[in-house]
């Protein structure tokens, strides 16, 4: 579908929309009724928790997961709370580590500008496999903003932005207790301590342990279908208020060992230890402190000062095939200083100036004993000056972005950013945004699950800058946005529209469909740079007081420059649809229930091998979730469901497992779940 068709039908269906809410008769089928029924909105009796809206009083349109969505997905990670969401899509990246890829706009998670309380926080070697490290439990919402950001928080961020938020509310239990198991013996534990500490200074202490004790093999192709894993994480965060001066910090700190490949003689649930198999070993390592100081330089507000200082270091080290000693290690440190002058006029307009500075040190190394090894030692720093102007009119209002900044690799560039927000009336609103990014590819660390493979390493050293990084990957994004607010089943329902277009400049790619025994990574620039297409539809509301609904619709055409063509990118769903139901009783219980389904995906060629598991596309397929959730008291909730009840599983995630030294063995063909139904059960625990 070409850009000016969709466009076009965009707007037609915006105008059909608009022309049947006119003429849908409500309670009185006078059109000038609608606007006094929208007004009476407020009125309407709802019984039923809030999980996710679109949050539109901005120039920009978010959509809000808050605490009551995660609780609907209970298991366990911040990477496993989007299964309501097509905004955000996550599935295995292989069929081995159990990493869970993150995608948004029909791309990965790398191009996201992740965040926590709006501080750049996953990045670099922590992009891979960093939400998986944050405790879903801990997380007290999560805003999601489609296209290329805010000016304010930096370059990159291409696809949108996704900003978390640890539980840290003053109305927040003293202690909090999360326990979760499921039938495949995978536990968590999550507990948060408050402490009022004076004149409405609080501190939260974050602690978590999980794991996988145990795995599985639907495939009977004696590999383990989950890794065996261990996860720690412990943070800190305090808040100190004051009246000319507001102090935030922390710090955090997390550990994931996962540990996979092929099974014990005789065992169906344990790895084998013999040196002559095929294993597969991951070590994750994060510490990170962190302080917001922000000044308000009058007694109005209007005029502030804000401050952000952030230090962090990552450590990664894998065993990723243990018959070929194919090894990463990487250990990365960053520094990042951002400086905000914020003033608002009398007119609400508002001008943000600031600064930031980064320092990112990376040293990393892969080898194996087919001598195709990489080694990375340096600096990237940045340092750079923004601007941004917020116009606010009663129908127009737009924010106008800027950003200058010199690069010790890539020296000086500029990223413009334009967000627009046009008030149709009361209840209509369009979005328009456009801009630039650009990232520096971390080309080995990001690819790490394609790279569980026996397939030989070929890296474009002629683009190299400097021996040893890449071109910065460049892209357009820009799309367009409907949101309309109106009442269906005399109860408030909103339908949210918007299209996207991602185009890139210069890009890194990965390339397994050249050969089936090798992996091609190059920089790409021109005509040879992808371009991404996506449009989606969202309906949320109401049935009844108590039971509410989400339907959603979401197409992208995600064409790539593999094997010397444009093809669509591989293991990737063209279609993809969810319908959710919640239902609440009078005496608090709640009923979940999602229907996902995923169109086939197309699987990266492996001709040169006959080989009868691999049909060149995935099958279609349904992921049906259920869960029920019991509120006792303010003090206990318990909750138990299922997820994957149709028990979906894909049995041979990896081709030609039978040799794992040969060079057509590669775990990266995970198109779906390995490890079939779950059934969980857990229990909430609060103290106020």
Known sequence: MGTRKTLILFFCLVNAINLFSQNTPTSSSALDTMPKKWDSIATVEIRTERGSYFNGKGVGLQEILTESEFKKAACCTLSESFELSNTVEVSNADGVSGIKQVEMLGLSGKYVLMSRENIPSINGLATLNGLSNIPGPMVSAVQLAKGAGSATLGYDGLTGGLNYQLKAGMKDPRLFVNLYSNQQARSEINVISKSVIANRAINHLYLHSGGQYATTDMGNDKMADMPLSQRYFIADHFQIPGKNVEIQGGALAYSDIKRGGTLKSGSKSEISLDKNDFQFDFLDQHAEAYSKIGVFLNQSGSTSLGNIIDVSRHRTASLLNSTLNRKYEAVEDRFYYSGVFQKESLTHNRMNLGMTLSANHLDENLTNERGD???????????????????????????????????????????????????????????????????????????????????????????????QWLPQEKAWNYGLSYMKNFMMF?????????????????????????????????????????????????????????????????????????????????????????????????NKWYIDAVGQFNSRKRLPYYSSINHPQHPGYSPNYWIVNLQVRKVISQQFEFYFGGENLANVSQHHPIMNWQNPSGNDFDAGYAWGPTNGRTIYAGLRWSIF
Do not use: C
Not at 510 to 534: C, F, H, L, P, W
């Open 490 to 586: 005399d109860y408030p329902a909103t339908l949210v529209m918007d299209y996207f277009e991602t185009k890139f400049l210069s890009q890194v790619l990965v390339d397994r469909d050249q050969n089936a025994t090798e992996v091609y990574i190059s920089s790409v620039n021109g005509k040879e740079a992808g371009k991404t297409r996506i449009a989606q539809v969202d309906l949320n509301g109401y049935f009844h007081r108590r039971l509410t609904f989400k339907l959603s619709y979401r197409w992208i055409n995600s064409q790539q420059w593999l094997n010397h063509q444009f093809q669509q990118q591989p293991l990737q769903s063209v279609h993809r649809a969810i319908g959710a139901l919640q239902y609440q009783t009078r």
């Open 373 to 467: 090894s990489f080694r990375l030692n340096g600096w990237q720093n940045s340092a750079g000056v923004f601007g941004e102007y917020t116009i606010e009119g009663s129908k127009l209002s737009a924010v106008l972005g800027m950003r200058a900044d010199y690069h010790n690799i890539y020296k000086a560039f500029l990223t413009p950013r334009l967000h627009a927000k046009y008030q149709i009336n009361k209840t209509n609103r369009i979005n328009i945004q456009g801009g630039m990014a650009r990232r520096s590819s971390y080309f080995i660390a990001e690819n790490l699950p394609l790279l569980i493979n026996g397939r030989t390493i070929f890296l474009d050293s002629a683009s190299l800058i400097k021996n």
